[in-house]
């Protein structure tokens, strides 16, 4: 019979290295490629949530001043729902950093017909969006107002890009234009000129471009950096029925 040999102590251990070593590697990747996919996750949802929101923006404002009809003092105060006393401002009837409120004529009173009526009152036709900076909000808010016979019946201002934290619903998104030092609207001239902030709402009907920027970072922090990730996203609109319609 042959000699069968047995493994050593010494054999046994250095295997047991190797294979605590190879077990150590295959872990290691495994928990990067899940902590990268987290990551990319976090960012493909901030980015779902973002761009249609910006989308929606930049197709609403750039409706602002649609006036089918050519009505003449169509505009309304939007905050009483009163006829505006200066009908130059057209369908941007406030222009700020953080908020802008637009009017157009898109339907009738019924909300049934796509052309106008000749008035403004309702359904979708006074819309407002505001950026909450505040620690707890960080988000923007759309509202619309909605007028009849002259009197504001309805406009709570609903969630639109992330929500207050003590809603309790879930956030992917923070807003942190405020932080990171973006206004979230930007207005230009003709010329191609900034319009100051300070020179608003008075050169309203200088308007001739809108920009709008959103910086948001992501809600849960990415388990690669252990930080939030950073997006940025900006779009221009054109009012051009701002400028034409008298």
Do not use: H
């Not at 969630?159 to 979230?184: C, E, H, K, Q, Y």
């Not at 809108?210 to 997006?231: F, H, K, S, W, Y």
């Amino acid at each position: 019979m042959k000699n069968i040999r047995g493994v050593t102590l010494v054999e046994l251990l250095v295997s047991m290295f190797v294979a605590m070593i190879l077990l150590g590697s295959v872990y290691m990747a495994v928990n990067v490629a899940q902590r990268s996919s987290a990551g990319i996750e976090r960012k493909v949802t901030a980015q779902q949530d973002v761009k249609p929101a910006l989308d929606l923006m930049a197709m609403e404002i750039g409706m602002a001043g649609y006036n089918p009809n050519y009505a003449s003092g169509l505009w309304l105060n939007p905050a009483t729902c009163a006829t505006a006393a200066n009908q130059n401002y057209k369908g941007i009837q406030e222009a700020t950093t953080n908020a802008i409120t637009i009017e157009m004529d898109i339907t009738d009173s019924a909300c049934t017909a796509t052309d106008g009526d000749g008035a403004i009152s309702r359904c979708n036709e006074i819309i407002r969006y505001e950026y909450l900076s505040g620690a707890t909000d960080q988000r923007i808010t759309r509202e619309e107002i909605s007028c009849v016979s002259g009197a504001r019946t309805t406009g709570n201002a609903q969630p639109f890009l992330g929500d207050a934290a003590a809603s309790g619903n879930p956030r992917t998104v923070l807003v942190i234009n405020n932080t990171a030092g973006i206004p979230v609207f930007r207005y230009y001239d003709g010329t191609g000129t900034e319009i100051a902030a300070g020179s608003l709402p008075g050169a309203i009907p200088d308007i001739r471009r809108v920009e709008i920027t959103l910086a948001v970072e992501t809600a849960e922090i990415d388990p690669n950096t252990g930080q939030r990730r950073r997006l940025i996203y900006t779009t221009s609109v054109i009012p051009r029925n701002n400028i034409i319609i008298p």
